[in-house]
């Protein structure tokens, strides 16, 4: 059975589901003495390289068994 509810009612009071996410690192980087050695943008680049260079990859075909 499938039922129709809000985010208030299955997850309870004090629940947020804001629209627009701002990441924020601060408390990581402080925590763990930590800074970030490239940009938020240089990081998306190599993940979306990276990914496109897996789809440029043959697929491999099965093993026979």
Avoid at 55 to 61: C, E, S, Y
Wanted: glycine share 4%; with cysteine; proline share 6%.
């Amino acid at each position: 059975k499938v039922e129709d509810t809000s985010a208030n009612q299955y997850y309870g009071a004090g629940y947020q589901d804001v629209k627009n996410r701002v990441p924020k690192i601060t408390n990581t980087c402080e925590e763990l003495q930590w800074q970030p050695t490239i940009t938020m943008q240089q990081a998306l680049r190599h993940i979306f390289d990276d990914h496109a260079a897996q789809l440029a990859k043959p697929l491999a075909k099965p093993s026979a068994k």
